[in-house]
């Protein structure tokens, strides 16, 4: 799976959303999936930076994506709701789902970790990424093969110290996986997995490490087998399972 190569057409006529498409794993993702053929759906909360994926994508000639601007810090139920809609009408289909977007909040121990944030990472890491997943199954479901791919992280299979709210967030997340996962099984065409990207290149590795050379992780283009691996048909069958995208 780590070295997974994917035939070029593997997700051809699919419609998938990346959440967090503008930056880092994301924006690889996107870009990877748009490049096996796949329509995306670019959901992100700064405009500028999911407009210059778009034009890449395009630019590549890879099929039109969309772009969907929203911050699931402040999304209500009825904007998830009104997103699924949306998408029922312009595409008619959706056959993938990465929750990706994610924030680390504050490296404290516990006995000093401001609420506010802690909240915040909650409210994006686990309740907003709830939210979208819960309002977009009913399209899901239709699909004749869908996959989800929650984002995990190795804090959220192992506490570790300051680590905060984003190691419990990553928790959450892999329970969050397991229970949609064990609802789903043949019950309908959808495999519920997580993906761990392990150290790699971004903006959010280089706040939790400001020492590290950046060169030390590989790059979000450098991960994608796994990523490509659990969109496309090759997985089916491989459903509540967390996988290391590093091996
Ligand atoms: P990143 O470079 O910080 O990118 C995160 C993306 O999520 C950005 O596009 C960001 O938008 C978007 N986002 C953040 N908050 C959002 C919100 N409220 N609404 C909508 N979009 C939001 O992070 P990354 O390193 O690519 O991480 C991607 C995922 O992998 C995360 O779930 C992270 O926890 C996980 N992960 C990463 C690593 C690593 O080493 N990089 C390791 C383990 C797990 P903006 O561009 O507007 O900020």
């Known amino acids: 799976m780590y070295s997974y190569q994917a035939p070029e057409d593997l997700l051809k006529d699919r419609v998938i959303m990346v959440t967090g498409a503008g930056d880092g794993i994301g924006r690889a993702a996107a870009k990877a999936y748009a490049a096996h053929g796949a329509t995306v759906i670019l959901l992100g909360r700064t405009l500028e930076k ?21 911050n699931l ?9 009104e997103l699924a809609a949306t998408l ?9 789902l990465l ?35 819960q309002a977009l199954l009913p399209l899901l479901k ?47 065409k959808i495999r ?11 903006n959010m590795r280089t706040t939790a490490y ?6 030390n992780n590989p790059t979000p283009s450098q991960i994608m087998p796994l990523y490509l691996y659990l969109m496309g048909p090759d997985s089916q069958g491989v459903n509540g399972q967390s996988l290391d995208a590093q091996g």
């Not at 192992?158 to 990553?170: E, F, T």
Request: proline share 7%; charged share 20%.
């Open 50 to 70: 999911l407009e210059q994926v778009y034009d890449e994508i395009e630019r590549a000639c890879h099929p039109q994506p969309a772009i969907v601007p929203m």
């Open 73 to 81: 810090e402040g999304a209500s139920e009825h904007e998830y709701q």
């Open 88 to 96: 029922e009408q312009e595409f008619g289909r959706l056959d993938g």
């Open 99 to 133: 929750n990706n977007a994610g924030i680390l909040g504050l490296r404290t121990p516990i006995d000093s970790y401001d609420p506010t944030v802690w909240q915040q990472v909650m409210q994006v890491n686990v309740n907003g990424t709830f939210m979208l997943t």
């Open 142 to 188: 239709q699909s004749e093969d869908a996959s989800i791919i929650f984002s995990s992280s190795g804090v959220g299979r192992q506490g570790r110290a300051y680590w905060g709210a984003y190691s419990v967030s990553k928790f959450a997340t892999e329970g969050m996986m397991q229970v949609l996962a064990d609802e789903v099984e043949n019950v309908c």
């Open 192 to 202: 519920v997995n997580c993906i761990n990207p392990g150290a790699t290149r971004t």
């Open 210 to 215: 400001p020492g590290e050379p950046p060169t």
